[in-house]
């Protein structure tokens, strides 16, 4: 069973080709990133960032 911090909330394709190529591949690995890194990605929009925020949340997590 993979747990929802094993993989990548549901963002737009750009904003996740844009994580992978950048090395994060599950939201586990998104844990206490620098938004503003995240924000310079191409791909990456203010929308999927917020998602990216609300998921890490539901686990008691967050953004840098």
Same mark, same amino acid.
């Given at each position: 069973?993979?747990?929802?911090?094993?993989?990548?909330?549901?963002?737009?394709?750009?904003?996740?080709?844009? $994580?992978?190529h950048?090395?994060?591949?599950?939201?586990?690995?998104?844990?206490?990133?620098?938004?503003?890194? $995240?924000?310079?990605?191409?791909?990456?929009?203010?929308?999927?960032?917020?998602?990216?925020?609300?998921? $890490?949340?539901?686990?008691?997590?967050?953004?840098?």
């Amino acid at each position: 069973m993979t747990s929802a911090l094993d993989t990548l909330p549901k963002i737009s394709a750009p904003a996740t080709r844009a $994580l992978h190529h950048a090395g994060y591949s599950t939201l586990r690995d998104l844990a206490g990133v620098s938004r503003a890194e $995240l924000a310079k990605l191409h791909g990456m929009g203010p929308k999927a960032l917020g998602i990216i925020q609300n998921s $890490l949340e539901e686990h008691n997590l967050s953004l840098g």
